[in-house]
């Protein structure tokens, strides 16, 4: 079983805009070095101005809020803070090079504000400029060691760019200066499964999960490297118990249904199944997977009736069908499973099955040379 886990980063990418913010200073505080001493009228300007522009960015309107932003900073032009807000308030406007001009600028006049470095980092990683996003966060690495945001960036940069070594160094460094970061642990998790230190990934998704219980993508990531260890029963056990505190979360119930159909617990996916039903009765997934039980089972009349209405309202899914038509051939009801083989196109991989099992029920109805000529053209 191969584990692969391809990084995405987008939820990630708007965490800096909004953290570099919020170490900034306020507006009418400390400006970049060797800026012009602000009087107390434009000190008091730029703060009412910006109390209007944050006013009208809650209101929805991000037009007037740039417009009030704009007027604050030219009261306190040297204001970082002022101008990354106004970065930002162009991000939601959804101009990421007119933030990113402003970050700039920004940073001629305080080129060690870790904030600004920040938030320009995550500007160029929504951008996907990622040779820029990782000169950033070098550049708050070297001028806070301590800062866990920089190693976490670079680190799944890093991975997306395949360099999962430097990427698990970087991720490793967090984890020394924060062992409890979560983030941390999942994503040194992600790039150990990509190495294949399968063992060394269990033990970081297992922190994972200790430390977020709810946080389903990691459960469902651990689940799959216990199935593809053949720890069925470590995995069965991290189900259940997530489902214990989850109860509505049909995810894991379906993954837990189908682990268990796929190890022949059929027993115990057939209840699995019916409760995911019980809650969502028109879960394809769930009636599919029940319908293959019964198959499985030698219970076909039930399976027929699961099977026709999911059919009808699925025409175009090929694997029902053929499946119909299986359980119709079981209970010789060899027309209409003939008739059901006969749609399966040539395209289609179970195209080669269908054509075995037509030949069989011609053969079955006495046409042996029909039988032969058909399966020979399939062929």
Do not use: W
Request: net charge negative; with cysteine; proline share 3%.
């Amino acid at each position: 079983m191969q584990i692969n886990f391809p990084f995405k980063l987008v939820s990630l990418v708007l965490l800096p805009l909004l953290v570099g913010c919020s170490l900034i200073s306020i507006p009418g505080g400390k400006s970049a070095a060797g800026a012009p001493t602000l009087s107390r009228e434009d000190a008091l300007q730029a703060r009412f101005r910006y109390s209007l522009a944050i006013n009208e960015m809650m209101g929805g309107n991000v037009d007037g809020a740039i417009k009030e932003m704009e007027k604050a900073s030219s009261y306190d032009p040297g204001s970082s803070f002022l101008t990354s807000e106004l970065a930002s308030f162009y991000v939601e406007k959804g101009d990421v090079a007119k933030a990113i001009e402003l970050c700039q600028k920004a940073l001629a006049g305080s080129p060690d504000d870790v904030g600004l470095h920040l938030m320009l980092g995550g500007l160029y990683l929504s951008s996907k400029n990622y040779g820029d996003a990782i000169s950033e966060y070098l550049t708050v690495n070297r001028l806070d060691k301590k800062n866990t945001l920089a190693y976490l960036y670079l680190g799944t940069i890093y991975a997306e760019q395949g360099k999962f070594e430097t990427a698990a160094t970087m991720l490793r460094d967090l984890l020394k200066i924060d062992p409890d970061n979560m983030m941390g642990n999942y994503y040194l998790a992600r790039v150990l499964a990509d190495m294949k230190d399968y063992k060394g990934a269990e033990e970081a998704y297992q922190k994972t999960v200790a430390q977020r219980p709810d946080f389903e993508t990691a459960v469902l990531e651990l689940g799959m490297l216990y199935e593809r260890d053949a720890m069925i029963d470590q995995a069965v056990e991290l189900y259940d118990h997530y489902i214990e505190t989850h109860p509505g979360r049909i995810n894991i119930h379906l993954k837990l249904a189908d682990l268990l159909f796929r190890e022949q617990r059929y027993d115990a996916a057939e209840k699995e199944l019916n409760g995911i039903l019980a809650l969502h009765g028109d879960n394809r997934i769930a009636q599919k997977t029940l319908s293959m039980v019964y198959f499985e089972t030698a219970r076909y009349h039930e399976a027929i009736v699961l099977l026709e209405p999911l059919v009808k309202a699925n025409p175009s899914d090929e694997r029902l069908r053929y499946l119909l038509a299986m359980a119709y051939e079981e209970v010789q009801r060899d027309g209409d499973a003939l008739e059901i083989f006969k749609t399966i196109p040539a395209a289609s991989e179970l195209y080669p099955n269908a054509q075995v099992h037509i030949g069989v029920i011609l053969r079955k109805q006495g046409k042996t040379a029909a039988a032969i000529a058909l399966i020979g053209e399939a062929i």
